[in-house]
């Protein structure tokens, strides 16, 4: 069945000569048997497969047997039907036959020729074989020889250089080197004399190990110059980690030669960068563990480890650590620099793929990356975690904290400076100082962070506990007496209580930020809050102090009064330093504005924002952050003078007393003084009015003493109160001053008599009181020197009198100390000075009223009446009344026409003023 192929009917062209194969055919189609094996998908496998399932075997057997016997019966009666024409095919068969026989013999004959030629071919070829095969032997045994020469040759040089011992000849002596050109030199020469023979050792036994182990002058060394060729490696590696340690760049540059001879420069420079990473790592890690162990001696035997002690010796440790692994890179980086490649004459850092790259700054990043990681993550930890506790020791010595770091970049600058190769100084160096402290301040950057919160917190907490505690004094009452309360208070307060705590925690953040500008900025906006909600809170407690008792609400304002001066001064003291055209941070000790923002008032009043902070914009670190730091500066000057204000204001509250006392004291004296000088038919005083006059001084000069004791003493030096104690000095010299110039006395300048004496000497007293007790000259010179005019101007006799005051008046250029000093002096107090000398007078033309009476006021008021009118004022009201009183005088006497006698000379001054007023 496997042979028989399916046949279809229409496959076949059947030709009417021929209707043989039709039959057959026809024959199989008709036999319903048989039809199957025409079918065009007959297949024998499937056929037999079907017939095994349907267990048809022998049925199919005879079915196949039956078309094989009827096809065969038809072949053979085809083949009996063309017998003729078969016939007719055998005579061509034989020509053929004869034809194919005729070239088998003519392709013998030429296969016997061309044995012939070869052999004549052959027989000069064979010597010439031989020969070629000689000369390849001999070759080979030529190159056999160079390599066994150069191994020895290589294995010999390190021997020399010491990397071969054993396994052959013993290493030659130094005489042996010396006269083969070599001598045994340093290590570092022998390593990078080594390198060379090492690179060749290792070619030679990687492209014919087999063939020298079978060489037997060789075959010995060979197990001893693989263990070298396996050390040499190695051992180029500790020499450059020795002289990386040792900062020998020397030792460095001959252990990097040798490793790129050995073409392994990138991969162990590599790791050791790796290794220099992983070991800052460790060293990070265990800086800022606080359960790791510190090994120290102790002090002494009673010392035990705190947390505190143990924090520091670890950071300080660590940065010791970082400090040589830095300094390791520094070095590595400078000498592949600087170190020449004698087959490319490049820098050996160019060997490394990406070419120039910086190694020390990629190091740089990584450490302080580790560094930020450590930090963010102590700065994550709960308070009362032990990593928490750390945070804390470092929060408070931040100053400390942050100097270490600072030292380590001091540090490695010095190691770049000091690597510096003299003739590459053109170069940049290997790293410089603004990108380590950029890379230490981003490092630091958490903590930082976390210090800047900590101190708002702190100073927060200060301030809501200092004013919690003054409220709660006010609201429960004074505790001890105002007596005992006054002597105690204000010293306590300068040493115990939280204001000083919070000035010193001003003067703390600016002192561990003053290296950076960021950490400046950050202070300056912290301490600009705290500034801001003193003020606030402040104005509250006022509020509450108006139901408070009247000791207690003074020994409160008093601890207000030197709280607002200690902050005002402080921050002005140190922001405002910033300041200044130059951008100096420091300022001259004895100069009073370089410790009070008085004189950066300019900030708040110029629009000119670069004349006040030029050196902002003009300094390179400050450039980005100017904008930022010149509105930070302003706020906090701004609230240091609200604050200055406050102060002010606080304290003229706290002295309102002593200026009812003052006031009263001075009514006193001028009623005293009055009544002293009234008796005018006498050429002296009664000795009861002198002692009343006395009495009034010493009780004006007792006040004084009282007010300083009691209140002045108790309040910090600063702006605030310096201005309150000034505007109390000029007010008190400016109302005695007129005093001084309404009280009337006779003109005795005729008979020689000087009453304004006694009137000068108590001035004297007074204004020496005003010094010791109150303001010194310094600060008040002008109102001093008023009140020395007066004393002179009420001693003056008239001749003297006459010529100064014209003088003044004309404002003519003399040269004379009294007419300077008396035209300092205002026009209302001299005319009061003239009323007053007129008054006294008896010869005057015209009927003058007094001081109090040209003012409309009762005697004992006129102080009061002078404290509140301006110089300007006294001089319009006095002129006014002595107009209008000139006018209804009667006129001059004459004789002949002529006036009879002049005017009084007092009355002649006073006329001058008026009619020039």
């Known amino acids: 069945p496997s042979g028989v192929l399916p046949v279809s009917p229409s496959s076949f062209k059947v030709d009417a000569r021929d209707q043989t194969l039709a039959g057959v055919i026809a024959g199989l189609s008709s036999d319903s048997e048989l039809h199957v094996f025409l079918d065009p998908g007959f297949s024998p496998e499937r056929h037999v497969a ?9 049925a199919a057997l005879e079915s196949a047997e039956r078309a094989v016997t009827f096809i065969s019966s038809h072949v053979r009666d085809e083949v009996i039907r063309r017998q003729d024409a078969l016939l007719g095919e055998v ?87 010396i006269d083969d ?23 030679l036994l990687a492209s014919s190990s087999s063939l ?38 020397a030792s460095a540059s001959s252990a990097l030669h040798a490793l790129n001879t050995l073409g392994v420069l990138e991969d162990r420079v590599s790791g ?107 700065a994550r930890a709960r308070r009362r975690s032990a990593l928490g506790e750390l945070l804390h020791v470092f929060m408070l010595d ?105 000035v010193t925690q001003i003067g703390s953040d600016y002192l561990s930020s003053q290296d950076d500008v960021r950490m400046v900025l950050k202070t300056a906006v912290n301490v600009s809050v705290a500034l801001k909600t003193f003020g606030l809170k402040s104005d509250e407690l006022l509020k509450q102090l108006a139901s408070a008792p009247a000791s207690v609400a003074d020994q409160i304002i008093v601890s207000l009064v030197n709280a607002l001066a200690s902050l005002s001064s402080v921050a002005g003291g140190i922001y405002g330093s910033l300041a200044n055209d130059n951008g100096d941070a420091g300022g001259d000790e004895n100069d009073a504005s370089s410790h009070h923002p008085e004189y950066s008032a300019k900030v708040g009043s110029s ?77 002296s005083p009664s000795s009861a009015s002198a002692s009343l006059l006395s009495q009034a001084t010493d009780s004006l000069i007792a006040d004084l003493v009282s007010c300083r004791v009691q209140c002045l003493e108790l309040l910090v030096p600063s702006f605030g109160v310096t201005a309150s104690k000034r505007a109390l000095a000029e007010r008190l010299l400016r109302q005695i001053g007129f005093i001084a110039c309404m009280i009337e ?85 001299l005319i009061l000075h003239m009323v007053s000398r007129c008054s006294a007078a008896s010869t005057s033309t015209w009927q003058l009223q007094r001081a109090h009476e040209l003012a409309s006021v009762p005697v004992e008021s006129m102080p009061d009446w002078i404290d509140t009118k301006s110089d300007a004022d006294i001089e319009t009201v006095i002129v006014e009344r002595l107009r209008s009183s000139m006018q209804r005088a009667p006129p001059k006497p004459t004789v002949d026409g002529d006036p009879a006698r002049e005017h009084p000379r007092a009355e002649r001054i006073l006329r001058f003023f008026i009619e020039n007023s």
């Open 398 to 502: 931040f100053a400390r904290f942050k100097l270490l770091f600072v030292k380590l970049a001091r540090d490695l600058d010095d190691v770049v400076s000091t690597i510096a190769v003299p003739q590459y100084a053109f170069a940049n160096p290997v790293v410089g100082y603004g990108e380590l402290e950029s890379f230490l301040v981003d490092a630091t950057s958490p903590v930082q962070s976390a210090f800047i919160s900590s101190s708002m917190e702190r100073m927060a907490e200060l301030i809501t506990s200092y004013f919690s505690s003054l409220g709660k004094q006010a609201r429960q009452g004074a505790a001890a007496s105002a007596a005992t309360a006054n002597s105690t208070f204000g010293a306590r307060n300068l040493a115990d209580t939280d204001i000083v705590k919070l």
């Open 50 to 58: 079907t017939a095994f399932t349907n267990q048809q075997v022998p």
């Open 607 to 683: 629009t000119d924002l670069e004349a006040c902070f030029g050196f902002v914009s003009a300094n390179v670190k400050l450039q980005r952050e100017a904008l930022s730091f010149r509105s930070s500066l302003k706020q906090v000057f701004q609230n240091a003078r609200e604050l200055d204000a406050r102060c002010s204001k606080t304290c003229s509250r706290l002295m309102q007393p002593w200026n009812d006392r003052i006031q009263k004291s001075l009514t006193s004296f001028y009623l005293c003084a009055t009544q002293y000088f009234a008796q005018r038919d006498s050429s």
């Open 212 to 249: 020298l182990e079978r060489v037997d002058v060789v075959k010995t060394e060979v197990p001893a110059v693989r263990r070298a060729l396996e050390s040499a490696r190695p051992r180029a590696v500790k020499v450059l980690r020795d002289a990386l340690v040792l900062k020998d760049k």
């Open 91 to 177: 005579e061509t068969v034989s020509e053929l036959e004869q034809q194919i026989s005729s070239v088998s013999d003519g392709v013998s004959a030429l296969v016997g020729a061309t044995g012939s030629v070869q052999d004549a071919v052959s027989a000069p070829y064979l010597p010439m074989t031989r020969a070629v095969t000689r000369a390849k032997n001999m070759h080979q045994c030529a190159l056999i020889l160079r390599k066994v020469h150069r191994f020895r040759f290589c294995a010999r040089r390190l021997r020399l250089a010491g990397f071969l011992s054993g396994g052959g000849a013993p290493a030659p002596s130094n005489a042996q080197g």
């Open 745 to 829: 006395y006779p003109n005795t300048a005729d008979d020689g008599t000087e009453p304004g004496s006694v009137l000068s000497d108590e001035l004297g007293r007074v204004t020496d009181s005003v010094e010791a007790n109150v303001c010194s000259r310094r600060d008040v010179s002008q109102s001093f020197a008023q009140v020395e005019s007066i004393r002179w101007l009420v001693k003056a006799d008239g001749t003297q009198l006459e010529r100064e005051l014209m003088d003044s008046a004309q404002l003519s250029r003399t040269t004379s100390s009294s007419s300077r000093a008396l035209r300092e002096l205002p026009r209302s107090m």
């Open 272 to 378: 050791e960068i790796a290794r220099l990473i992983s070991a800052a790592q460790t060293t990070i890690v265990e800086g800022f563990d606080p359960n790791k162990s510190v090994r120290m001696q102790p002090k002494s035997a009673t010392e035990k480890p705190t947390m505190t002690r143990d924090g520091w010796l670890r950071i300080e440790s660590m940065i010791r650590s970082l400090s040589s692994y830095c300094t390791q890179v520094v070095v590595l980086q400078s000498v592949l620099e600087n170190s020449i490649d004698s087959t490319s004459h490049r820098p050996l850092v160019e060997e490394f793929n990406g070419g120039g790259r910086s190694i020390a700054l990629a190091f740089f990043q990584n450490v302080s990356a580790l560094l930020r990681d450590a930090m963010e993550t102590m």
């Open 181 to 203: 050109g070599e001598g045994a030199g340093s290590e570092e020469n022998q390593l990078m004399a080594a390198a060379e023979h090492v690179v060749e050792l290792e070619a």
